[in-house]
């Protein structure tokens, strides 16, 4: 399974846009991109997913260049809410989701 | 939505007791997965289940054990609790086929 590296933590300010960088140089051709959002005290919730290019939804954007050894999530506008650990993570989409879970990246959104 | 709930969101144990850890969900969904979360460590994989009476190792298994009787039930046991696995757990779920997993509240466990 694909390792990743990602910072360990990232200051922001609000209204600002977030990018956060996950290197994953050994991405396999079937490995998905997936990023998770975790508050404290709480359990990981999925924010995107993608395979290559751009991916958008209503929280995040997700960018995957040509040869897919990186991505970024893009946060638009962050709020202080947004504070939490982002976690990218590479894994076989057919594989049921086995996944695993680096440091991940403490954003910290300041007012 | 679905829904991964877990036993005890806090548990107090002390050192060479038998612990189960419960967690439940209600999307019938094929596979379930138990992570430990320590400080600068991340989430570690202890063991998953893609069906009923199936189990798989993850990264750190030693110590544990886990049951899945039943599609949406999957139980972490700790055979004989020792400090060292103070520890947040969490489960979670997913579809077969897809990587997003939906995970549960956690629980906080001391070993004292």
């Known amino acids: 399974l694909a390792k990743t590296t990602q910072p360990i933590s990232m200051d922001s300010y609000e209204g600002q846009e977030v990018n956060i960088t996950c290197s994953h140089n050994?991405?396999?051709?079937?490995?998905?991109i997936t990023w998770y959002q975790q508050f404290p005290s709480q359990g990981p919730r999925f924010i995107i997913q993608?395979?290559?290019t751009k991916v958008t939804n209503e929280v995040a954007s997700l960018f995957i260049p040509a040869d897919r050894k990186s991505s970024t999530l893009s946060l638009p506008r962050v709020s202080l809410s947004d504070t939490a650990v982002y976690y990218c993570?590479?894994?076989?989409?057919?594989?049921?989701?086995?996944?695993?879970f680096g440091q991940g990246t403490e954003l910290s959104v300041k007012p | 939505d679905v829904k991964v709930t877990q036993s005890s969101r806090y548990l107090v144990k002390r050192t060479g007791e038998k612990v189960f850890l419960e967690c439940v969900q209600d999307?019938?969904?094929?596979?379930m997965f138990w992570y430990r979360q320590d400080p600068g460590l991340g989430l570690r994989l202890i063991y998953f289940s893609y069906d009923v009476k199936m189990k798989e190792k993850g990264d750190i298994p030693e110590g544990y054990s886990v049951s899945r009787e039943k599609k949406e039930r999957f139980s972490l046991i700790l055979e004989s609790a020792s400090t060292n696995q103070t520890s947040m757990y969490l489960c979670?779920?997913?579809?077969?086929?897809?990587?997003?997993?939906?995970f549960g509240p956690g629980t906080r466990l001391t070993v004292l």
């Open positions: 050994n991405i396999a051709t079937n490995d998905y």
């Open positions: 993570l590479v894994g076989d989409h057919n594989q049921g989701g086995k996944l695993i």
């Open positions: 993608g395979y290559k």
């Open positions: 979670a779920s997913s579809p077969i086929l897809d990587n997003e997993q939906f």
């Open positions: 999307m019938d969904h094929e596979n």
